[in-house]
């Protein structure tokens, strides 16, 4: 019963470096998205998708890259990181419509020094 | 852009008590309000989804209350328990897919 997994649950980058933050749904949910968790800003959302090769931008997407190549997964791409995107990172996914919930993943600690 | 609020941000009660959460928004076009909790360093997990035809919603001891006039929702526990220990988070739901969140409620229960 997996619902939503990120990895890497924990990630420690230096300004300027790369990476890619995993998150995989096995639900079968057209809707993923990404947010990110600041202290007294609440969630945010960063990107989201609604099918395969179907993404766009949501209220936070400068520094973020995201492509949805299969239902399953929808990866989150820091091109080169910055102390401004230390930050918790939460996966959810839902079937999109409006009378259905949305699944979060436990959620990606990233620190950038 | 929508705004959601939650007030108090820091909720402390001795066990047993009842209590009410708060949620704000400043557009009333929603298409539904969700209840969430966080425990710490875990994701959320939906408690109670509320549709914009609907006045409320119950789950055990929760019960969640829409009114979409005022731009308010409620949460409401019975009979508080230590385990109800957690953030507590709406998030209301308009077109395009967006969920707009408040920034949660930290409830601690005292045994």
């Known amino acids: 019963n997996a619902g939503v997994t990120q990895t890497p649950k924990f990630q420690v980058l230096k300004t300027g470096q790369s990476m890619t933050l995993q998150c995989a749904q096995d639900?079968?949910?057209?809707?993923m998205s990404w947010y990110r968790q600041d202290p007294g800003m609440g969630l945010r959302l960063i990107h989201y998708?609604?099918?395969?090769?179907?993404?766009d931008q949501g209220e936070v997407p400068n520094g973020y890259n995201v492509s949805r190549s299969t239902t399953e997964d929808f990866p989150l791409r820091l091109l080169s990181a910055a102390p401004s995107q230390t930050s918790v990172y939460f996966c959810?996914?839902?079937?999109?419509?409006?009378?259905?919930?949305?699944?979060f993943g436990e959620g990606s600690w990233l620190t950038v020094v | 852009k929508q705004e959601v609020t939650q007030i108090p941000a820091a909720l402390s009660v001795p066990e047993g008590e009842n209590l009410v959460l708060n949620c704000s928004f400043t557009?009333?076009?929603?298409?539904?309000l969700q209840w969430f909790r966080q425990d710490p360093g875990k994701g959320l997990t939906s408690l109670l989804l509320?549709?914009?035809?609907?006045r409320e919603q119950t789950s055990g001891r929760l019960n969640a209350s829409l009114d979409k006039s005022s731009g308010r929702s409620t949460l409401y526990i019975a009979a508080s328990q230590p385990g109800d220990s957690a953030t507590y988070l709406c998030?209301?739901?308009?077109?395009?897919?967006?969920?707009?969140f408040g920034t949660g409620t930290s409830l601690t229960v005292i045994p």
């Open positions: 959810a996914s839902s079937t999109g419509t409006s009378g259905n919930t949305i699944y």
């Open positions: 557009d009333s076009a929603i298409y539904n």
């Open positions: 639900m079968n949910h057209e809707y």
């Open positions: 998030a209301a739901k308009y077109t395009g897919n967006q969920f707009y």
């Open positions: 998708s609604v099918g395969a090769g179907i993404t």
């Open positions: 509320i549709q914009s035809s609907q």
